[in-house]
């Protein structure tokens, strides 16, 4: 099979892309604009996996690149991952979210039906339940997003739901993660943002390192039992782990499919700090300072959803989370050099 994996030099992307070519002998093609990433994860994607990684680089909204790529490689399915991904950065310029996001996915759904390719995996996210803190957040839960890239996130998977009604041979299954940490366990791919980290993880390892001063811990006054905010973390290689089996389960049918990641369990930041310094043995300077706006107290999955489909759950716990991101740091003190 040939996957087309956009965004694939991205933290998830790449871990995917690790996972296809190890397990299946997948070919992969890349298709990245790097307006988030490097060369540096093909690189080392290459070396790890001894395989060629096409690239392209172009933005998915340019059409007739698009076309191109298509046209160059009999692609049997898609795994698409590139789209911009700070909340933060979504309310300041909302209208370069949908244009980066939507008119992205729109652009490859367009492609897809003119060179008849119907597969396709969504990274969606759980941040369209918005703040839903009562309890573990199951796929009925109704959605509630609080911020333009959430919305931009909930209207491709609306778009994907009109795409198969009108197509009825599409099969897609969207995929709405929790929060995907860690590397790869060799140490040689993992999470590195362009500029300074927005998400907590990635932040750790950069203050672990040194090279960050000390952590913000945005709020310890939410109603959870330490007071910082809780989430789902997942392990990236479980993520990318489910996206090899959703490649599989494309196969039995058309429609649209939606399923959480997650693995169920809560993790506060406060005790996110503990397990990096108990399972790196490094001092993580904090400072607790006022919460973030638009954060919810906890955002946990009811991932039984999956189990119950595919017989498949998360087999990696936060310890291995914080030890693989913590050797993909070591390793890589400034990300991947470009
Ligand atoms: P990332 O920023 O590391 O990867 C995204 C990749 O897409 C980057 O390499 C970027 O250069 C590329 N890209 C963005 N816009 C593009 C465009 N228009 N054309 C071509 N390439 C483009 O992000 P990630 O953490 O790997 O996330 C991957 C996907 O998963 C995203 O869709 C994100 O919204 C979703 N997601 C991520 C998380 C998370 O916490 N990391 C959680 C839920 C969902
Ligand atoms: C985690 C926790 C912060 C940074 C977002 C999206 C979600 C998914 C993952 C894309 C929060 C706290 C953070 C810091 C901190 N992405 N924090 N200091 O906001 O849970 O989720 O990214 O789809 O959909 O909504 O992730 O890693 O930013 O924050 O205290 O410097 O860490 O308050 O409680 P978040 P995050």
Redesign the pocket.
């Known amino acids: 099979m040939t996957v087309l994996v956009t965004g694939g030099a991205g933290f998830i992307g790449s871990h995917v892309c690790a996972e296809l070519l190890a397990n299946g002998g997948d070919d992969v093609v890349v298709v990245d604009n790097f307006s988030n990433s490097s060369q540096g994860a093909l690189r080392a994607l290459r070396v790890l996996t001894g395989r060629d990684v096409v690239l392209h680089q172009l933005d998915l909204r340019d059409n007739t690149e698009l076309d191109r790529v298509f046209e160059q490689h009999e692609i049997d399915s898609v795994i698409h991952f590139a789209a911009k991904?700070s909340?933060r950065e979504s309310l300041q310029i909302p209208l370069d979210y949908f244009d980066n996001n939507i008119a992205g996915m729109t652009s490859l759904l367009l492609c897809m039906v003119r060179h008849g390719v119907r597969r396709l995996i969504f990274s969606s996210?759980?941040?369209i339940y918005g703040d839903q803190s009562q309890g573990p957040i199951g796929e009925d839960s109704p959605p509630c997003p609080t911020n333009p890239?959430?919305r931009s996130?909930l209207i491709c998977e609306q778009i994907l739901a009109d795409t198969c009604a009108r197509y009825d041979d599409f099969a897609v299954i969207s995929l709405r993660?929790?929060?995907p940490v860690g590397a790869h366990p060799s140490g040689t791919l993992g999470e590195s943002p362009l500029g300074i980290p927005?998400?907590?993880?990635p932040?750790i390892m950069q203050v672990a390192g040194g090279r960050l001063e000390r952590?913000?811990?945005?709020?310890a006054d939410y109603p959870t039992p330490d007071g910082?905010?809780v989430?789902d973390y997942i392990h990236v290689m479980d993520v990318a782990e489910a996206h090899c089996l959703a490649l599989h389960y494309l196969a039995d049918g058309p429609g649209l499919r939606v399923l959480n990641l997650g693995t169920g369990v809560g993790v506060s930041?406060l005790e996110l700090v503990r397990a990096v310094e108990d399972t790196c043995n490094v001092v993580v300077p904090y400072e607790v300072v006022a919460?973030?706006e638009g954060?919810?107290a906890s955002?946990v999955a009811d991932p039984s959803l999956i189990d119950k489909e595919w017989g498949w759950r998360t087999s990696r716990d936060i310890r291995a989370m914080c030890k693989d991101a913590w050797l993909f740091q070591q390793l890589h003190p400034r990300g991947y050099v470009v």
């Open positions: 991904k909340v996210s759980c941040s890239y959430a996130k993660y929790f929060n927005s998400n907590v993880m932040y952590l913000q811990v945005f709020g910082s905010p989430r930041v919460r973030r954060d919810a955002a």
